[in-house]
């Protein structure tokens, strides 16, 4: 290959990493000046209240391994939702799915030595903790694909429906047979995982777990994945253009099924890994909004791993140092609900980011959802 064919190759990818880059950037930075002008229209000091965010989530040791406990479950959720918008497919079904798998690792968590009358290795009971979740997120996002492939239902709309199902039936379990019967209990949750279930944590006196390592294990292989297996060819051509998939001979109701499914996989780990790394318990409410900051995070992201993990840390450090905001300045807790939303509208309709800052289309246009049969 010449030297000029090599240049081309670099300004080209150049061009593809300043595309992904630049625009959620700008959108990041038009969000914070809009929450800046909140702030302020509200009596609030803006300059003091982003030093206290970014204090709250990185000043400090504690601050740093909080930031990375919150940002591991965005992770996991975060590459699910993008995993499936790269196929088509919109799964909007990562609470249930995060919710069912916490509860199957918890039951497996403390309910294995009780099956079997003893304790086994850790290796094989905290991989089967986290298999049974991830397999039980597989499942619960199957069944909408499945639907989207072979009667043409919406995945929306069905994903929507069985986060009321998996919610209502994680309600049922944990005030029921899963409810800690310790008599100084009075909320909703399963008994303590046994310690052969439970990922230790990655320094002593610190929260974060080797569960953050996973997720940053995951966000790679689902990049190899994407960009280096047939699969992943198959699973992006089906997200571009089905009719064109079907023509090349690629099976789109088995990808279609199979990419929500790995979708819930993925969330149902966001799951497994706070009960088994964090929590040692499942306990009712604990996930509530991951799946849903999750498309956030996905579409802030770009879509791409790499891009999903940076959005996630982002989005952990405005939720942990929005504590410490909030006590040095007294302005609540939800500007970072503004914010986050503030993103959210910015990168989504993207042509409002490229109309303030005068930059071109360009790039690939993400498939976010089709219509009913499509």
Do not use: C
């Not at 199957?104 to 986290?130: D, F, K, N, Q, R």
């Not at 230790?200 to 689902?222: D, K, N, Q």
């Not at 405005?318 to 807790?333: D, E, H, K, S, Y």
């Amino acid at each position: 290959m010449s030297n000029s064919e090599n240049n081309e190759r670099w300004k080209s990818a150049l061009k593809a990493v300043k595309d992904a880059i630049l625009v959620p950037t700008l959108a990041i930075i038009t969000a914070v000046i809009v929450g800046g002008l909140v702030i302020a229209v509200v009596g609030g000091d803006p300059f003091a209240a982003y030093a206290g965010l970014f204090q709250g989530a990185f000043g400090s040791v504690k601050a740093i391994s909080e930031t990375g406990v919150w940002a591991t479950p965005y992770i996991f959720a975060g590459l699910a939702v993008a995993l499936a918008f790269k196929g088509g497919l919109f799964n909007i079904g990562g609470e249930g799915q995060l919710a069912l798998g916490a509860t199957t690792s918890a039951l497996v968590g403390y309910g294995l030595p009780l099956w079997l009358g003893y304790e086994p290795p850790m290796y094989i009971h905290l991989t089967l903790a986290l298999g049974a979740g991830a397999l039980v997120g597989f499942i619960w996002g199957a069944i909408p694909g499945a639907l989207k492939a072979y009667t043409g239902a919406h995945e929306v709309i069905n994903t929507i429906m069985m986060n009321y199902i998996a919610l209502n039936v994680v309600s049922f379990l944990m005030n029921g047979p899963m409810k800690d019967h310790n008599p100084l209990n009075v909320i909703a949750r399963t008994p303590l995982i046994a310690e052969g279930a439970r990922i230790a944590p990655i320094f002593s006196g610190l929260r974060i777990h080797w569960g953050f390592g996973l997720a940053l294990l995951a966000a790679f292989i689902v990049w190899w994945l994407l960009w280096k297996t047939t699969l992943g060819f198959e699973i992006r051509t089906v997200g571009a253009n089905p009719d064109a998939a079907k023509y090349a001979g690629i099976n789109v109701k088995k990808i279609m099924t199979l990419t929500m499914g790995l979708s819930g996989m993925l969330a149902g780990l966001a799951g497994s890994i706070e009960v088994t790394g964090l929590n040692y318990r499942h306990e009712l409410g604990f996930s509530s909004g991951y799946g849903f900051d999750a498309i956030a995070i996905a579409l802030l992201g770009k879509n791409h791993p790499v891009g999903v993990v940076l959005a996630a840390i982002l989005f952990a450090a405005m939720r942990n140092g929005a504590t410490r905001m909030q006590f040095l300045t007294q302005i609540p807790v939800d500007i970072i609900s503004v914010i986050q939303a503030l993103i959210l509208l910015f990168v989504a309709a993207d042509s409002i980011v490229r109309y303030i800052y005068r930059i071109k289309q360009s790039g690939e246009k993400v498939v976010l959802t089709r219509g009913w049969g499509g």
